[in-house]
């Protein structure tokens, strides 16, 4: 379904430099206008779902060759992505702090700029490379 991998690739690109936007923003303009439009928890919301929602259907119905193995780093970009915005979300939510919280803290929120990055790569690795395993 062609719509889907592209749309996959479209979600996953944008959302990793919303990920991105905070670090890159004191360097670049465009990225300041990104991070301050992001900073917006309904947009970052409706980012996070309807990557999440992306990611789970590419599970089900991969774009072309094996299912889950074909599409499986995509997916897992996406998974991560969403995790990483909805667990800000979260986090800017809560008061509670407890140990697991504090992992999740350290997995996805400190190594968000890494997971941007490798989203957004692994997202133009899929349009090069559309028939490949794992991409």
């Known amino acids: 379904m062609e719509q889907l991998f592209f749309l996959s690739i479209v979600m996953n690109t944008f959302a990793?430099?919303?990920?991105?936007?905070s670090h890159f923003g004191a360097k670049y303009p465009v990225f300041k206008?990104?991070?301050t439009m992001s900073q917006n928890i309904g947009i970052r919301m409706i980012i996070a779902v309807v990557v999440l929602v992306i990611a789970v259907i590419k599970?089900?119905?991969?774009?072309?060759?094996f299912p889950?193995?074909?599409d499986l780093l995509p997916?897992?970009?996406g998974i991560s992505l969403a995790a990483i915005l909805l667990?800000?979300?979260?986090?800017?939510?809560s008061d509670e702090h407890t140990q697991s919280f504090q992992m999740i803290d350290d997995v996805?929120?400190?190594?968000?700029?890494i997971i941007g990055i490798g989203a957004i790569i692994t997202s133009l690795l899929h349009f090069l490379f559309p028939g490949a395993i794992i991409f």
Do not use: C, E, H
């Open 16 to 21: 990793g430099l919303v990920v991105v936007a």
């Open 33 to 35: 206008q990104l991070d």
């Open 59 to 65: 599970l089900i119905i991969p774009f072309n060759g």
């Open 68 to 70: 889950v193995i074909g």
């Open 75 to 77: 997916t897992l970009a």
């Open 87 to 93: 667990f800000d979300y979260y986090k800017s939510r």
């Open 108 to 113: 996805l929120l400190k190594n968000k700029f």
